[in-house]
């Protein structure tokens, strides 16, 4: 038992930010979104006070996600918001934390050393990285250490990532622009094509969560929409079913599907082997759209499950990663140290 807990893990995702703490569990849940006044470039709003702006900004100000696609498309937009983050969870800095920060897949080596930046300059004492599948690993409690194969699917919302580990590195991976946002955009399109009514981004997302599937439903439901007419240019009112959204849905639940498919035919036959015994862990915001664990289980005729904790899974599992850090067989292939 440590006398103080000072580890910090950091959940760096494409929509959303968690900051877990050695002792105290998840201590900041946020959007990665960032408002910034265009007139003096400066940093307007940060996390959920800036999501509320997303779509709703007068023109001198910008919300913007500065991770969606899992590339950084603004350096110091992200480096602002992970200072802004850290400060709020260690205000006061006796002991400067060790932070594990686990980036989405697909940022550069140049982006990284920008994150790593940003968390010493925001007072880390350490900071290291972490790849997303096995921070998802260990913090859905699984022992990575083992020569056995294992499948973690993480389904964020700019990016799916499909990883086979053993022995707590990576063996096979592929990852695809594919995830939570584009369901979301999914709506969008079919409520333009089918009922020529505009809606945003914030009512897709509700009509996914709510009505959404991509697996029948045991009984069909339907959720009313208002957006704006494409043809009057007014308010306007529709029901929509979630089985005409399970239709929206069928060209990206494909491309997951095809994903993780593709990943295990490329797989060592002994490792699949293993994943056939155990199953496929699915972690991600994005899997939680109703249905998905058993269409993936129809596809590939693999169990599959959720992990108990979807949604903090990875933030958790950088931070218990840093217990470890000392005794990892390969750190530097693991974990990229500064
Ligand atoms: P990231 O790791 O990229 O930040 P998350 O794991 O937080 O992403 O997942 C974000 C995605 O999960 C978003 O697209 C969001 O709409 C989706 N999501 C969250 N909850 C649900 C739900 N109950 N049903 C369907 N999708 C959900
Ligand atoms: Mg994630």
């Not at 409690?141 to 194969?149: F, L, W």
């Not at 939570?180 to 969560?209: C, H």
């Not at 599937?213 to 929509?240: A, F, H, M």
């Amino acid at each position: 038992m440590k006398l103080f807990s000072n580890d910090i893990g950091i959940d760096l995702g494409t929509a959303t930010v968690l900051v877990y703490v050695r002792g105290k569990g998840i201590v900041l849940k946020e959007p990665s979104v960032v408002a910034i006044d265009m007139n003096t470039n400066k940093l307007y709003a940060v996390g959920e006070e800036a999501r509320r702006m997303l779509g709703r900004t007068p023109d001198a100000i910008r919300a913007i996600r500065p991770l969606a696609d899992g590339v950084i498309s603004d350096y110091d937009l992200t480096e602002a918001m992970i200072k802004s983050f850290i400060n709020k969870v260690c205000k006061r800095r006796l002991f400067k934390p060790r932070i594990m920060i686990c980036v989405p897949s697909g940022v550069t080596e140049v982006e990284q050393r920008a994150v790593i930046d940003a968390a010493h300059q925001a007072g880390a004492r350490k900071v290291y990285l972490i790849e997303e599948p096995i921070a998802a690993a260990i913090g859905a409690g699984v022992d990575i250490s083992q020569p056995r194969g294992m499948m973690i699917v993480d389904i964020g919302g700019g990016t799916t990532d499909v990883a086979v580990i053993s022995l707590g590195s990576i063996v096979v991976s592929r990852s695809i622009k594919i995830a939570g946002d584009e369901f979301d955009e999914a709506v969008i399109k079919y409520i333009r094509k089918r009922y020529s009514l505009n809606i945003g981004s914030r009512t897709a997302e509700d009509v996914k969560i709510s009505i959404g599937c991509v697996y029948p439903r045991e009984k069909d439901i339907s959720i009313d929409i208002r957006g704006g007419s494409l043809l009057t240019g007014l308010p306007q009112t529709v029901t929509v079913s979630s089985e005409e959204i399970r239709g929206a849905f069928e060209d990206v639940v494909s491309e997951i599907i095809e994903a993780v498919k593709t990943t295990l035919e490329e797989t060592p036959p002994e490792l699949v082997g293993d994943i056939l015994e155990d199953g496929i862990l699915l972690t991600g915001g994005g899997s939680l759209v109703n249905g998905l664990d058993k269409r993936l289980k129809k596809e590939t005729g693999i169990d599959v499950f959720l992990a108990d904790d979807i949604v903090s899974c990875v933030a958790k599992g950088s931070g218990m990663a840093l217990e470890n850090i000392d005794s990892l067989s390969d750190p530097t292939h693991t974990y990229y140290k500064r």
